[in-house]
């Protein structure tokens, strides 16, 4: 999967698990921050990788969304289960799976054969 749209996955599943409005989301692998913002909500995702211009955005039932990446060259399956998901990138044709624990996502991409790492930033909710 590319590092983009792994990204992208991995900031909705964050949000969706958390709770959180987030503008960016910490790459730990390449330690660097993505801005990425927009709304996500458990019937719609629309979402927009400001450093591609671009969005990731579709529909689901709050468990399973079906979701295009604009700026690659497939869809995103992404189903959700709790803290947990799965899915299926067919720009890459390769399975993933994932955890979100508060608002840090370990992802491991299939394709790449290894895990990737992601934080959403911390909040000052009192």
């Not at 900031?11 to 913002?37: C, H, N, P, W």
């Not at 991409?109 to 934080?119: P, R, T």
């Amino acid at each position: 999967m590319e590092a983009h749209t792994r990204a992208c996955v991995a900031y909705v599943a964050a949000r969706l698990v958390s709770g959180q409005d987030a503008s960016e989301i910490f790459d730990q692998s390449s330690a660097t921050s993505m801005r990425i913002s927009g709304t996500v909500q458990a019937d719609r995702i629309d979402v927009l990788d400001h450093q591609r211009g671009c969005q990731f955005a579709g529909s689901g039932d709050g468990k399973t969304f079906d979701l295009v990446d604009h700026g690659s060259a497939g869809g995103v399956e992404l189903t959700m289960y709790g803290n947990r998901f799965e899915g299926f990138d067919a720009g890459s044709q390769s399975h993933f799976f994932g955890e979100v624990h508060h608002t840090a996502v370990s992802l491991f991409d299939v394709g790449d054969s290894g895990y990737f790492h992601y934080s959403l930033p911390a909040t000052n909710d009192k």
